[in-house]
């Protein structure tokens, strides 16, 4: 039995609810198949900020690097609103990306046939969506330089840089096509080359490595039209690949299309054999935080991608995804996903029933 | 009878249509108010580059200078997709901004109760929704320097600007707490303070002019959460200010979202005094050009923004918004807008229907 550490950030709000229904779960799907997790526990976010001043602290980004993976729950909350930038929680979450190098953010947004009807969109135009978003993480106007404000002609100006390298859109397009070959084989690269020259180069360098994927449909997009699309006809996407800012607004709509973003899973993966970062998509609901009322699922499927991807442990990851639908299949339902007929349930009871049946 | 010089673009794929069912409406509804327009016409976008090189020539930028206001149609199509970027027929309109210094564009999305099963979210989350759009046009990323390309170790690296300073985000400030104040006394300003410089100088900016406004109740939103809530709730919405490429984005998304993309005009406005421009959010549909089968009702309506808002002409703007709602009333519909039980018509005929209602 191999043995893998996992560093856990539980992180703030719904954060440490969710968590403590996962874990027992992950222990169970790897006992299960022989395989061991050995979890170590750090602060991040506003907790780290509460405990040590710093939304990331030396030793959070030591347990990281130290890890096979890390497993991440949400971050934010009110409380932290006020605070500068530089030490907000969101800072420690873009610095633990950077940290670890996790470049490539993969983003399922999955229409479960169980949960159809919760989107805003009509049943058939949502029904059997599956669409993975490929966001790069580690670049473009979220770290760019220079950044920052200036005073000219007697009043302030704040700029940032969106700026892309061969190298970088390289890697982020290899994994995407990657990706592709495993799903339907049809990519789609979003971004805005009638106005941004970093967009004029994105679209270069992706139509360059496509020669290396003849059997992928390679089309592109503009990033209004993207946005468009994906309600119009959210079925017609497979893969999507694009840069930071643009990826983190269309995944966040494409999550909201499916109607049960407690559902849903992310992972952001680094170099091989570099631990990724395995996290909900769902933020950290502090309105419901502390009343057992939250969807543990999306961390129990980004559990699941941690063993698919970080770990090459597919069977535990079979095992995971297998329970979550058996215990949909049963009738379990958490409010945010609530519907006529089924049983709801609290996130503790939520993770004992998926426990059972792994 | 005062006499309004208009400066008419009809641009390509199904401009000429559009705007050729257009003018004869805005002619009769001007002469039963004792108002003249005087039409000339210019050539942009493509059609300006078969006949100039340019698609922004000398002389259509003279006539717009010269005109009250500038009424649009659509640029672009597949036959100039692989010029230079400088030499696309975008280029041609960005450069129309920015020469009038239309910095404001007003994008309303408005689910119309007769075609609100049009959409692809369900009736019950569309049904009602009024969301104004205010965009700042000539800055932010798409105009910020500096830009372009540059050599780094070896690679190519693309590069591009997102620069507000104080007195743009002041300005687009003011115009969306106005177009509020005549609305439903909401404003949201959505950015990505969270992560952006310029997204705080934004935030800060818009905060400091809502002291002049103590009426509207403004919010704040990250752009990727706004991508999700114009699909969880558009109806929670009533204006919304941002800048360029954030607005781009939104109202693309936002108009979709109507299902009736072939309705909704725009505005884009300068200083007081200097004209604007009216123009569809729709583009020129070249795969449709040509074939009579284009709904002319956004350019009619957008010929009703020009009268309202650049010619301080609102009866003539009422009639031409009362004939657009009478000849849906009586049924007739373009192909893109057909609905069981209605009158199909082409491009010619729903522009003498119209016409008749005026
Ligand atoms: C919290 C924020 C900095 C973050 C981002 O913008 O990347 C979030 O929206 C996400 O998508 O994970
Ligand atoms: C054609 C393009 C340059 C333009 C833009 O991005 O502004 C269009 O998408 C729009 O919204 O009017």
Redesign the interface.
Known sequence: AATHKIAVLSGDGIGPEITAATLPVLTEAGRAEGEEFVFTEAPIGGAAIDATGDPYPASTEEVCKASDAVLLACIGGYKWDSLP?AQ?P?KGL?RLRSSLNAFANLRPAVVLPQLADAS???RE?VEGTDILIVRELVGG??F?EP???KE?NG?????????????EIERIARVAFDAAMKRGKKLCSVE???????????KEVVTRVAADYPEVELSHMY???A???????PKAFDTIVTGN?FG??????A???TGSLGMLPSASISEPGKPGIYEPVHGSAPDIAGQDKANPLAMVLSAAMMCRFGLNLAKVADRLEAAVTAALDAGYRTGDIMQPGCKQVGCQEMGKVVLQFI
Do not use: C, H, P
């Not at 946005?227 to 006809?233: D, K, P, S, V």
């Open positions: 930038n907000r969101e873009l805003t969109l009509k135009v106007i979220y760019g950044r920052g404000f000219e009043e302030k100006v704040g700029f940032n840089t969106m700026v892309y390298r061969e190298s805005k080359s009638n106005v941004l020259e970093v967009s004029q180069l994105w990033i209004d039209n946005a468009m699309q994906l309600i119009r006809n800012i983190d607004i269309l995944s966040d709509e999550s909201m299309l």
